[in-house]
């Protein structure tokens, strides 16, 4: 079999089956959907007119909007430059990812499935309205350059020709228009999920651990394990995820808790005279090869400031907590409020999470927050998978985010954009009796295009430096 043979044979069958390849490129086309397509765009009439009008007043307000926004952000990144301390980065509405860097290997997935569904719901925008508007749909195709996926609909352009600016305007804004309602949807399922999911799990009862980083403070044998429910961290009530964060915040911004403990128990324990500074100036007075005493400050009625080494579990875990020696003042034994002496930053946090004895965490609290992931859903029956929650939540997040970044971005009156046809179309219906010179409106196009494109690049070029230089 000659080559020249095999070749034609191979491109016979690519074409018979709508595919095209190229270098970092791999494309699909299909007029099998043009059914379906037509369908919902004969779906109800009057619903259809109303629904991509009111994406055509959404897609004209977010050409505009996404300049301002684009332009604040722009604002931001540059100042963020100029900081030695590029403090606030998080406030950003828009910004770069980078997978690997700011964005982690293993949501990788999620963020590669909301792309494609953003993409299909865009695209899915644009043909039904074309159809609603007597433009004929040749096809509907799907492409993969390099590693990000996409969607595609292949109009006819002479019939997009000859309708109204206006018809064009609700075509072109019906991509974006998608991509917004599909962000609301997004909103909307993650709000609902508790209620969603009620039959299977409940909320409000703690933190469901579903994932501890090996080897990290949180692990070991007293530590914390998948399915491990955390109902308290010191006296700060964790009912889910969101308390977590907020007790840790709480309690890395706050000084360190103390613990009542009986004198009698001090007295025997005390290390005033072997008390010795660290490096960075807090007292130590534990020997440094002991892994469970910990030093402990307090302060008597005769003396400002005394130490003492205690074995940290057997002296907090029945104690409460205290600021002052006052608040110890309630029992019928006499006790004193001892506080942790830490190195600058650390603290010594309790996390409960019965019925296993209580986790003592000793470090940056940072450090405990990210070495450990949680769910607000505790599964009602033990078969249920911990991680479905979590997984339908951090897609619906994908979601919002990136479905609402290609609703800004697409609106951008950029070249190769739909902003671009956006903008021409606003143009036509807005300025013809104005500027009666086709001529001219083309040239006010082209300069908006130009700014636009540089905006988007700035930003852009800008961000991508930011993700990756620091």
Known sequence: LSSPSVKSSYESWLSANGLSLSPFHIRWHTSLFNRLFARCAH????FLYLWFSAGMVFGVVAMFGSVVLLSRTLMQTLAQMMAETPEGSHEQVLQVVVPGVNLPVSQLAYFFVAILVSGLIHEFGHGVAALREQ??????????FVIY??????????????ISPVQQLRIFCAGVWHNFMLCVAAVCFLLLLPLLLFPFYYTGA????????????SSGPRGLFVGDLVTQLEDCSVKGVEDWHSCIHQLAHQPQSGYCVPTATLQLNRAAGRAYKRLDGTMECCSNSSLTDLCFAYSSNLESKLFACLPARKTIQA????????????????????????ENQTRLIRVKHAPQADMLFVGYPSHLQFSVS???????????????????????KYLVSLSGALAVVNAV?????????????????????????????ELLGFFILLGGSALLAANVALGLWMVTAR
């Open 43 to 46: 779906f109800n009439p009057t």
């Open 135 to 144: 433009v004929r749909l040749n096809g509907f195709g799907m492409f993969m």
């Open 149 to 162: 996926p996409g969607a595609f609909v292949d109009l006819f352009t002479t019939h997009l020709n000859l």
């Open 206 to 217: 703690g933190a469901l651990v579903t994932e501890v980083v090996e080897d990290s403070p």
């Open 319 to 342: 104690s409460r907590t205290c600021r002052t020696n006052a608040d110890c003042q309630t029992g019928f034994s006499p006790s004193l409020c001892v506080i942790p002496s830490l």
């Open 374 to 396: 949680l769910t607000n859903f505790v599964p009602r029956l033990g078969f249920l998978h911990l991680d479905l929650p979590v997984m339908l939540e951090t897609l619906s």
């Open 413 to 441: 009156p950029c070249f190769a954009l739909d902003g671009q046809w956006m903008l021409t179309a606003f143009l036509e219906a807005t300025l013809h009796s104005l500027v009666p010179e086709k001529s001219s409106r």
